[in-house]
């Protein structure tokens, strides 16, 4: 079955920690999205990568990082500057870029930094 | 750069009436429209989409939404909702030519009630 994982479900962390969410996903296809999802505020872009070894900066970077070093998988790191982690995030995927195919969503992670 | 407004940020319906969320978004040329569903804690699941062709789209769950170019908008319709359609409905258009990355909107939050 193909589609896209996500994990850990939920996550916590203290403060001043940094945080890998991990996303794989098995569909083969070459772009993948990270989202973070708050109450009230829909969907916001943090990262995006349309082929291996090449991201681009969403909306809302700022305190975020990512990696892509296989095609499958596109990891994001929450590290100690982002100042408001707490929320549920969201990785995505898409055919092909150039092209604006349907997103095929993971289940999400739901960090929560105290 | 494209937008999308969902004006509604809760509905509430009871179960078997007749549903219809708006969505009415910006972009010059002929966009690309999709509307998504995500329950509690999941991650968005895709209900339709619009690339062009005939403007009145069927989707999952028997949903379908029509796209008028001169309103500006993709309201996403059930003829009889059931309780399980109570979720976050989200629209979203993607440019067909530039940037491939899809705009949300902020969501629509259907209630059913008995």
């Known amino acids: 079955d193909g589609g896209i994982t996500q994990s850990p479900k939920y996550l916590f962390r203290k403060e001043g920690q940094n945080v890998t969410l991990s996303c794989e996903q098995n569909?083969?296809?070459?772009?993948m999205y990270w989202y973070r999802q708050d109450p009230g505020q829909g969907l916001r872009l943090i990262y995006y990568?349309?082929?291996?070894?090449?991201?681009q900066k969403g909306d809302i970077a700022e305190g975020y990082s990512v990696s892509r070093e296989k095609k499958e998988s596109f990891p994001l790191t929450v590290t100690s500057a982002q100042k408001n982690p707490t929320a549920f995030y969201l990785c995505?995927?898409?055919?092909?870029?150039?092209?604006?195919?349907?997103?095929?969503f993971g289940p999400g992670t739901r960090l929560t930094v105290t | 750069a494209q937008s999308v407004t969902q004006p509604d940020i809760h509905i509430t319906v009871s179960e078997g009436a007749s549903l219809e969320l708006r969505c009415n978004y910006s972009?010059?040329?002929?966009?690309?429209l999709f509307w998504y569903v995500q329950s509690p804690g999941q991650g968005l699941q895709l209900l339709l989409k619009?690339?062009?062709?005939?403007?009145l789209v069927q989707g999952i769950k028997g949903f379908e939404a029509e796209f008028k170019r001169s309103q500006s908008s993709f309201n996403l319709r059930k003829p009889s909702v059931h309780w399980s359609d109570a979720a976050e409905y989200f629209c979203?258009?993607?440019?067909?030519?530039?940037?491939?990355?899809?705009?949300f909107g902020r969501g629509t939050s259907l209630i059913v009630h008995p």
């Open positions: 990568s349309q082929i291996v070894n090449d991201f």
């Open positions: 619009y690339f062009s062709g005939d403007t």
């Open positions: 995505a995927s898409s055919l092909s870029p150039g092209q604006t195919y349907e997103q095929y």
């Open positions: 972009y010059g040329a002929t966009p690309y």
């Open positions: 979203a258009v993607g440019a067909s030519g530039g940037s491939y990355i899809p705009t």
């Open positions: 569909l083969n296809h070459d772009a």
